[in-house]
Structure formats: structure tokens, C-alpha cells
């Protein structure tokens, strides 16, 4: 593999980090100074950084529940508390799979492994993600079909998606629809057109049975949706 994509998951830094540690000679293998571009087997060759052996972390897996108000990602530029914030006791640097936006609450699955990561998150994998979302307003079959056809977001339309309503609440239904983001977006971001905002959700990258029922004590309509990438 790619040296820098060594050290990335071995937690000396990102690829990017490794990549300025690589080109300030403080990584070395077999002795001699690493460069760019050069690729390792951790089961053959001997990788130093500032004279430390490299070894690769343990896998590490945390199931976060994903409150409101905080960003999916590693480091915000902002300095908006982010995931990784809410972790304590991980040395390993770990990364958030998939994404819920920042006023989503729910599931998140949070891991150091790379290949995990890649299976679940990349579009030609086709993985099946399910979405249960409490959301304001009358959902009617006209909602449903614009799930099932397609939506129109900022970065493009979503891919077509199945949809049913799992339940009323004061009068509101309760919708199961599968909402699929575009088969190029690997961001999984579950956030539902803005005629049917989400209060409440989760994703359920692993586990597609799981369901949520934390409904708004207003009254809402839930919303279950299942996609690929």
C-alpha cells in the first residue's frame, strides 16, 4: 500500500499529514528516507517515524447516537463541536461513515477501519442504508412519489428511493420511505427535501431492521427510508 496510507492507519496522521512528514524526511523505511509515492508492505519492511516503529492500530468501532447541534466530520473549520468531540477514551483516530447533518440526531457508526469504511460508504458497493425521520407536516401520496421519483437538493437529485408512512401521530402520518442520495454522492447525508424537514433521524448503515421511536411530543410524521449509495 501507498506509505502514506500506511501511516493514516497506523494514527500518525492524515494522508495529507503523512504525506508533508514523508517529504520532511522524518519517515524512514528500511533504513532509509521514505518519499512520495512509495509503497510499503507492513509485513516486510520496516517503517520508523522520528525513529519510532510504525504499527498499525487496533480496529476500533463506536456507535455513536448523534445528538443535535453537532457537525459529522473530523475537524470543522469553524471550531463547531464535531463527532470526534464526543468520543472520549479513543486514541485511534477514527471517522465518522457516512453523514448526518448537523440537526439530525441518530445513529452514526464511527471506525478507524479503512476497508469498512470503503465498503459501506462507496457508491459501487451499493450498500443499503435505512433512514427513520420524524418530520413536520402532512406527508400524502404526492410526498410519497416525490421520494420514489427523485428529489432535487443543492448538490443535485437524489436516486429514486422506496416510501411508505409507518404510522399517524395527532393526526399526522408516520412515513417509512428508503431516501437515496445520487449514486455519485458518497456522503449518505440524510436529510429529507425541505417540504418535509426532518426533526428526528437515524441511519442504520448495518443494521437495517433497527428502527427509532423517539417522536416529537408535538406530533410529526416518522419517516423510514431506505437507499444505496
Known sequence: MR???????????????????????????????AH??????????????????????????????????????????HDRKTVIDLITGVSARIFPVGRLDMDVTGTLLLTNDGELTNRLAHPRYEV???????????????????????????????????????????RRPSLDSPYTKDANDSSNACAPPSDIPSTTSAEYPLHPSTQADSSPANGATSIRTKSKN
Open 3 to 33: 506509505l502514506q496510507k500506511y501511516l493514516a492507519e497506523c494514527s500518525i496522521a492524515s494522508r495529507r499529514g503523512s504525506e508533508k512528514l514523508i517529504q520532511e524526511g522524518r519517515v524512514t523505511v528500511d533504513g532509509e528516507l
Open 128 to 170: 443499503d442504508k435505512v433512514y427513520h425521520a420524524w418530520v413536520k407536516g402532512i406527508v400524502d401520496n404526492k410526498t410519497i412519489r416525490k421520494l420514489q421519483q427523485g428529489v432535487m437538493l443543492e448538490d443535485g437529485i437524489t436516486a429514486p428511493a422506496k416510501a411508505k408512512i409507518l404510522k399517524t401521530q395527532h
Open 36 to 77: 512520495l509515492g512509495q509503497t510499503v508492505n507492513p509485513d516486510i519492511h520496516t517503517v520508523l517515524f522520528d525513529g519510532d516503529p510504525v504499527v498499525p492500530d487496533a480496529k476500533v468501532y463506536v456507535l455513536l447516537n448523534k445528538p443535535q447541534g453537532v457537525i459529522t466530520t473530523a475537524k470543522d473549520t
